[in-house]
C-alpha cells in the first residue's frame, strides 16, 4: 500500500562521534559520567548468554541495545560492542517472517514492534550491518499497514477502524520518525493520518473542542491516554508525537511543556541509592525526550534536576555486580526486566546531552511538516 525507498547516507552511516555534544556542564557533570557507566557495566554483566537479560520482550532487549548505542557504542565495537550486537542478534533472530518484532503475548504486539523497530533504525544509522536493513524495511511497512482508519494502532498487529489509544501511537511514531533520521523514506500519507490521531487526544480542561476559538486554546489542556485519562506520560507523549511528525510550531506542545516542568522543574534529588527510578520508566523515557527536543528554558530547567535524581537514586553496592548499578521500575515490569527496563531508561536519559544517537540530533526535517490540522 505504501512504498519505503531505502536511502543509504555516507554521514549517518559512518562512526560515532568521538566527543561529546554537551552543551557545557550544566548538562554532562563527571557524577552523571559515572552514573552512566556504572549503569552500562551493570546492562554488561546482567545480560546473559542469549542478550535478552531473561526478557522475550523484543521492545524491552531493544532498550537494553538504545542504553549502549545512546553511550556511543556501536554493535561489535569498542568495550560494550559485543553486548550491543548480542541484543540486537537475539531481536534480528526472533523477528517474524511478517515483519512483527514480538514473540510475546500478542496484546503486546504493537509496543515491543514500535520499540524495536525504532531501536533498529537507530542501529541501523551508525552501522553498516547488512543484516538490519531487511528486518527493518519490513517492520516499517508492517506499522504502516497495521495503521487504523483513524491514524492510530491498537495493541495487536491489525489493522482496524480505530486505534486504541495514544501510548501506541508514541511507539509508532518514533520508530516512523527514527527511519527517517537514519536515512529512510517515510510516507506522507501515514505520517499525516497519524498526526490527526494524535491529536485527537488532546483535551482542553473545559472539555470545550472548539480549538478555532482562540479562547479554548489559551485554556490550560493536556494530552489524554484514551480521550478522558490524563498522566504526565500522556502529555509527554502527546509532546513526543508532534514533534516526532514535524509539528514543531503546534500550540499543544506549549500547554503539555506546562504539565512537564510543573513536574520536573522542582524534581527532589533524594533516592538515597535504593535503584528505584524517580518516577516510572516508561514516564521518564518519554519525558526526557520531550523536554530534550522542545528545549530551550525548559530543558535546562528541568534536565539538570532529573540528572541529579537519577544519580542519587542509582543502586550502589560495589560488592555486588548483579545489583551495582541498576535502576529498576517503579510500575510497568518486575524482576531482571525490571531492572532492565530501569536501567536502560536511566542510561539512555543521562546520555542524551551526547546527542550521539540519530534521533538525537540537533535540528528539524522540514519535509516531514505538514499543513496543521487544527
Known amino acids: 500500500m505504501n512504498r519505503w525507498i531505502v536511502i543509504y547516507c555516507a554521514l549517518v552511516l559512518g562512526c560515532f562521534p ?8 550544566w548538562e554532562i557533570t563527571a557524577e552523571s559520567d559515572a ?8 546492562l554488561a554483566a546482567n545480560q546473559g548468554p542469549e542478550g535478552n537479560w531473561e526478557s522475550n520482550d523484543l521492545g524491552l532487549v531493544g532498550m537494553g541495545a538504545l542504553a549502549f ?3 556511543g557504542h556501536r554493535p561489535g565495537h569498542g568495550k560494550y560492542g559485543p553486548h550491543v550486537e548480542k541484543a540486537l ?12 518484532l514480538n514473540i510475546s503475548s500478542a496484546q503486546r504486539d504493537m509496543y515491543n514492534h514500535g520499540l524495536a523497530t525504532f531501536v533498529l533504525g537507530q542501529a541501523y544509522g551508525v552501522t553498516t550491518d547488512a543484516r538490519i536493513s531487511p528486518v527493518l524495511d519490513k517492520a516499517l511497512k508492517l506499522i504502516a499497514f497495521t495503521q487504523c482508519e483513524n491514524g492510530g494502532w491498537d495493541y495487536q498487529a491489525r489493522r482496524q477502524k480505530h486505534g486504541h489509544d495514544l501510548s501506541l501511537a508514541v511507539m509508532q511514531a518514533k520508530a516512523l520518525r527514527g527511519a527517517v533520521d537514519s536515512g529512510l523514506e517515510v510516507s506522507p500519507e501515514v505520517i499525516n493520518l497519524a498526526i490527526k490521531s494524535v491529536r485527537a487526544y488532546y483535551r482542553a480542561s473545559s472539555g470545550k473542542q472548539n480549538f478555532d476559538d482562540p479562547a479554548v486554546r ?3 489542556g493536556q494530552f489524554t491516554y484514551d480521550g478522558n485519562r490524563t498522566s504526565l ?15 514543531y510550531d503546534d500550540w499543544r506542545i506549549e500547554r503539555n511543556l506546562q504539565v512537564l516542568v510543573a513536574k520536573f522543574g522542582n524534581l527532589p534529588a533524594d533516592g538515597k541509592h535504593g535503584g528505584q527510578l524517580p518516577v516510572d520508566a516508561y514516564t521518564l523515557y518519554y519525558c526526557g525526550q520531550a523536554l530534550y527536543q522542545v528545549g530551550g528554558k525548559a530543558w535546562q530547567d528541568c534536565y539538570p534536576r532529573i540528572r541529579e535524581a537519577l544519580i542519587a537514586s542509582q543502586r550502589i553496592d560495589t560488592n ?4 551495582d548499578g541498576h535502576w529498576t521500575d517503579t510500575q510497568h515490569v518486575s524482576g531482571k526486566p525490571g531492572q532492565l527496563y530501569g536501567t536502560a531508561v ?9 546527542r550521539y544517537l540519530p534521533i538525537l540530533q540537533e535540528g528539524k526535517i522540514d519535509s516531514l511538516k505538514r499543513k496543521p490540522a487544527n
Open 18 to 25: 568521538c566527543v561529546a555534544q554537551a552543551e557545557g556542564d
Open 69 to 71: 548505542l545512546s553511550a
Open 233 to 247: 506520560a500522556m502529555a509527554a507523549c502527546g509532546v513526543v508525537c508532534l514533534q516526532e511528525f514535524g509539528e
Open 218 to 220: 489559551a485554556e490550560p
Open 89 to 100: 542478534d537475539y531481536m534480528l533472530k526472533n523477528a517474524k517472517p511478517s515483519g512483527l
Open 346 to 354: 536511566g542510561c539512555f536519559v543521562l546520555a542524551i546531552p551526547n
Open 35 to 42: 552514573a552512566l557507566e556504572r549503569g552500562l557495566k551493570w
Open 320 to 323: 555486588n555486580p548483579v545489583q
